[in-house]
């Protein structure tokens, strides 16, 4: 299977922004051996503005632009750095690509973008791939970014036609309610058809270094849905769930591709 699989910060790193390592550790761990057991995965990776932050002792997510670039800067390269040791202890070789809007917008750079995913899944080189948050900015007047890595990673699995995405995450799926009020919510465990009950019960909460929440989250089940992609939203602080999604088994809230329309 090719797998596009999404690494929220709250997943990556602890609240103040340093990479929590044992749960990266494990999650690379069971990566590893889903790629050798031979499926081709493709990773969409946020951290690098929360790891950024941790780095240079910021108090918290930069409100201003040029501050939140240079975080993305430096915690890209850690990022990266931590990626590239672990996936290295198990033979893996990482790849980095960082993407703008307009890299999947302008259908010529988006083949570009296609040819070099390809050629590295070729290569067996695993693709870990983020917003280029050191130059894309919304600054300019012009919508220049994708804003956050859950349509981001909808993007990259459409672009590859990917058979799944997963989105890791730090809640376990969709639920009937908001499961930190409601004591009566309830996962749903498959999606056919995203309800306006359900993008009206998506608030946007996000989380203290991320940007995500469950409306974003809807979002990219849209665009997966609609090229035919399988898409779940899993929690990140149990990577084993990986080897249960592999299989087939059930986990998490799994919104069910339209087959046919891809
Ligand atoms: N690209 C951002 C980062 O790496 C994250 C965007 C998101 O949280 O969705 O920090």
């Not at 999650?27 to 946020?46: C, E, M, T």
């Not at 993007?155 to 004591?183: F, H, M, N, Q």
Request: charged share 20%; glycine share 10%.
């Amino acid at each position: 299977m090719r797998i596009v699989v999404k690494i929220g910060t709250s997943t990556l790193a602890h609240a103040a922004g340093r990479l929590n390592i044992r749960r990266t550790e494990e999650l690379v761990k069971v990566l590893s051996d889903l790629k050798n057991a031979g499926n081709q995965l493709i990773l969409v990776s946020s951290g690098a503005i929360g790891m950024g932050v941790g780095r240079l002792n910021l108090p918290g997510r930069p409100a201003d632009m040029p501050t939140k670039q240079a975080a993305a800067a430096v915690g890209q390269c850690e990022l990266m750095y931590a990626y590239d040791r672990l996936f290295g202890q198990y033979n893996h070789t990482v790849a980095q690509l960082l993407l703008t809007g307009e890299d999947v917008r302008f259908p010529h750079r988006r083949q570009n973008f296609v040819n070099a995913m390809e050629r590295l899944l070729e290569l067996n080189a695993l693709p870990i791939v983020n917003e280029n948050d050191a130059v894309a900015t919304d600054e300019v007047g012009e919508s220049t970014t994708i804003g956050e890595n859950d349509t981001l990673a909808a993007i990259v699995a459409e672009c590859v036609g990917a058979d799944l995405l997963i989105l890791l995450s730090d809640i376990d799926g969709l639920y009937t309610a908001d499961p930190r009020k409601d004591e009566h919510a309830a996962l749903i465990p498959e999606v056919g058809e995203i309800t306006p009950e359900m993008w009206a019960r998506a608030g946007d909460p996000g989380s203290a270094l991320g940007t995500g929440g469950m409306h974003t989250k809807l979002k990219a089940a849209e665009i997966a849905m609609a090229c035919g992609c399988d898409m779940i939203i899993a929690n990140g602080r149990r990577p084993e769930l990986l080897y249960d999604i592999a299989a087939g088994r059930p986990a998490g809230t799994r919104f069910v591709g339209r087959r046919g329309q891809a």
